[in-house]
């Protein structure tokens, strides 16, 4: 068999070598076009600054307390809902109180043997009892507390009543209606049967108030936080005089929160710097960002344009703000000390008018209305350090560029109604800013 194999020829291999070479300069002259791109936003032409090879270096400037104008702590109406604590009890003269309601229940019964209520422990303060005289309970009467109540109304527009709601909002259940059995992380609540047996014969029914009156206090997990650790309701009831065995139903709850205790007025510190959960209270401040911390202190690269040579407004509109941090010192005063962390969020203040008439208490400084939280960002440092810093780049970003006006920040914690921790920070709090000059072409 003759096999024929084709000829080489110099032709052939002449256009193999010139397409290997085609592509070769194709990749050369492609890695040369990035190569001109990455240094070309590098240098000059980035006109929002850099520190890459011939731009502007970075440079550092403080806003220092005489730059703050105003300085205030202010008692915050948070509403009570979406919390994965239930705060019950007392603590540094404050009261808290844990609301239940339970719904899904059947719609008749013949007769109901038991009922027991579950709660799951998640902290405990001094509760070193737990029975129907150190823990009470009530049933509610009145169901607008869980459409529009906050702190420090029960309604739309009407306030808690007297130092807690009033006595016609709920009926306290005797120490012989219920019993309380405490083991270290759960507590069982033995009910009067009679309790169920109103709410579904059709008494109105928005569940129960869990409250004490020693001094301690008890973190008792939400339905926010698990599924497992959840407030349940386990009852026994036969449906009709013909069954035989009870039936066994376990629900859980469908709401719950908490109130706090509350006189009615929106108390201020001006010049204290404080942050609770119980009770919220905010701070907030605002401060001047003047032009010189910026138009000072930098290096004339190439062709750079000096900052007197063209308008304020546009040099600052192209400064980058690298970070820029707000440091509160802690000055140790913390009511409940706890290990972990304590997460504040700055938000921008929008509104126009703010309440700093300490004789006006009757309304807040600032409702959760006059706050953007577009800027999404949170310390994360311990209540034991002796800082704490709270990340404001976009904040200072925005002020210098004229995008946002400058009417101060809310600091809040992320914590509210989680815990009793309090702490205070001294009086001179600062910025520190570290930021890039813009190149600006002649």
Known sequence: MTIYTAPTSTTNILNKKGVLMNIGIRIVGFIMIISLIVVGCTQKDNVVGTNGPGGPSPINTTIDQ???TQKYSYEDSCAFSNSNTIVVGNYNEETSYGLLRFTSLPDSFYEISSVNLSLEISKRNNFDVVDNTTLKLAKINNVEFYENATWWV??????WSGEHFSDADYTELLPEEFGVECNEDSINITLDTQVLAEWIDG???TGIVIYSETDGFMEIYASEYSTDENPTLTFEYKITEADTLYTTETIQTCYDCMIFETDNVYEKWED?????NIQPINIYTKFNVPDSLFLKNYT??????MPDEIPVEIFLQRITINKAELILN???TNAYPISGSTYLNPYFVVSDTINIDSANLDIPLLSFEDVDDLYISSSTDTLQTDQIVIDVTKIIQYYISGEYENKGIVLRSLNVNDDFIHTEFDIEPEIRITFTPPYIEE
Do not use: A
């Open 66 to 68: 005489t730059n703050f």
């Open 300 to 305: 004339v690269v190439d062709s750079m344009v």
């Open 330 to 332: 802690n000055d140790g």
């Open 203 to 205: 008494e109105l029914n």
């Open 154 to 159: 029960s309604s739309d527009s009407t306030q």
């Open 272 to 276: 204290e710097l404080k942050i609770s």
